[in-house]
């Protein structure tokens, strides 16, 4: 088994790469259930790359800590990521999911249904994101979920801050870019732009964020403020 590499921070204090088993026990440490690996193969039919089994786990983790009746998702994908969010949800929490693909809605609604989730728990809105969120109501929920247009995430932020309620929480799937964010040799608008999200997030003092290591990584940040 695979040790994985080592180096030092500032302080010298020895840091460990996590090695191809442990991050797969990681991942895989809650099993997805079948109509959730069945709407992740229908994603990858449409070239939707939907947040791995690790980091959905969280999410509906988060939905669950913060009992979210009201979460908002930049990007529906297949519906990976709102059955996770669902999932967490209480009974009576109604997601809104945007998306700018049609198909991506229709595969998701595909999912809700095997999944046995009423009608009335999703408001899918098919369009741009950054022309939907404006018509939302400021302070009117409990998480925001983004996993979307790489490039546009810094705007996904402010726009995502003024819809949370105090305590409620933001979250950005695949922050650290296939490693790309580390590289300083990386500087495409895509890589640019999640160090720029990264940086706000961590300099805003109505945020309290931190960067799980889950899957492509995962910035959760809470509003207190």
């Known amino acids: 088994m695979s040790a994985g590499f080592t180096r030092t921070d500032a302080r010298g204090v020895s840091l460990r790469a996590v090695d191809a088993p442990t991050r797969e ?103 741009r994101a950054l022309d939907v969120l404006p018509r939302l109501t400021d302070g009117a929920y409990d998480l925001v979920f983004v996993d979307a247009a790489k490039s546009e995430y810094p705007k996904y932020l402010a726009e995502g801050v003024r819809l949370l309620r105090p305590g409620g929480v933001i979250a950005f799937d695949n922050v650290l870019w296939h490693g790309r964010v580390v590289d300083p040799a990386h500087r495409d608008p895509d890589t640019a732009a999640m160090r720029e999200v990264a940086r706000s997030v961590r300099d805003d003092d109505r945020l309290v964020p931190v960067i799980l290591p889950l899957g492509d990584g995962l910035l959760v940040a809470a509003k207190v403020g």
Request: hydrophobic share 50%; proline share 4%.
């Open 25 to 127: 026990y990681v991942e895989g440490y809650l099993p997805e259930d079948a109509v959730t690996a069945a709407a992740r193969a229908r994603g990858a039919g449409l070239g939707c790359v939907p947040i791995g089994s690790g980091g959905g786990a969280a999410l509906r983790f988060l939905a669950a800590a913060t009992q979210a009746k009201a979460v908002v998702e930049i990007g529906t994908g297949a519906g990976v990521g709102a059955l996770y969010l669902l999932g967490g949800m209480p009974a009576a929490g109604v997601l809104t999911s945007i998306d700018v693909e049609p198909e991506h809605q229709r595969a998701a609604r595909v999912a809700f249904a095997e999944a046995g989730i009423a009608v009335s728990r999703t408001r899918l809105i098919m369009g």
